[in-house]
């Protein structure tokens, strides 16, 4: 099978059909180029991307302090919102103006009000993202593309598509044996048998263009968390 290899002006050229600010995609041909393995695919890559800047637009104009005050992660239409808020006005309106974004398919709102998160703490939640992200990466049978990973107050939150439920139970596996990690919240979906059969269909082409690469529907169901409350023993945290 020939290797695909995407120009960056034809990825320049989509940026300004969609009508998307490139800075949303920072990180340029790389990002775009390894999109192509992930199960969403280039479509779907292009999709989240585009529902994340129209969310922080949206923040921008009504409340320029829920940009910095929150984190998000947007896979497959489902935006996932972690951070601190300093009131529940601030935590109502960040899931309104989400919900006015089109294309979001459900909201998960996992912030807190109340300050409570030392510079220690977000130095120890970055290592522990770093950390999980690098054992996974360096895992052959653990597709690391398809996760995203936040770590907020020692909680670990895992967003994205598992081709099948032993590799899930491997990344939470990880996850809960990472020093100071306190709990474990999984939104993962699973990978359908349709999405499968999909995607092997696209890989038996000689030769593939932008449109060929098809965004990999994952179950249409509500993300249900799957949290783990047990501590893990080996934590920095007492």
Not at 78 to 84: A, D, M, S
Not at 89 to 103: C, F, L, N, S, T
Request: net charge neutral; glycine share 6%; aromatic share 6%.
């Amino acid at each position: 099978m020939k290797t695909m290899l995407v120009s960056a002006s034809t990825i320049m050229s989509l940026f300004m059909l969609s009508g998307c600010a490139p800075v949303a995609f920072m990180g340029g041909a790389t990002t775009v180029a390894t999109s192509a393995s992930e199960e969403r695919g280039m479509k779907g890559v292009f999709s989240d991307a585009q529902i994340k800047a129209h969310i922080q637009a949206k923040w921008m104009d009504k409340r320029p302090e829920l940009v910095m005050a929150t984190n998000v992660v947007v896979r497959q239409g489902r935006v996932l919102i972690t951070g601190e808020l300093e009131t529940p006005e601030q935590q109502i309106d960040a899931v309104r103006y989400v919900w006015q974004v089109p294309g979001v398919k459900e909201v998960v709102d996992e912030t807190t009000v109340g300050k409570t998160s030392s510079f220690q703490q977000y130095a120890r939640d970055s290592w522990i993202t770093t950390q999980l992200k690098t054992k996974i990466l360096n895992d052959n049978k653990i597709r690391s593309l398809n996760y995203n990973v936040h770590t907020e107050n020692g909680t670990v939150f895992l967003m994205g598509i598992a081709q099948n439920q032993q590799e899930l139970d491997k990344v939470i596996h990880y996850a809960r044996h990472i020093g100071g990690v306190r709990k474990v919240t999984s939104y993962v979906t699973i990978k359908s048998p349709a999405s499968a059969t999909s995607q092997g269909k696209t890989h038996q082409q000689d030769q593939a263009t932008l449109e060929d690469f098809p965004i990999i529907d994952a179950p249409d169901e509500p993300l249900r968390p799957q949290t783990l409350d047990e501590p893990n023993t080996g934590s920095s945290f007492q």
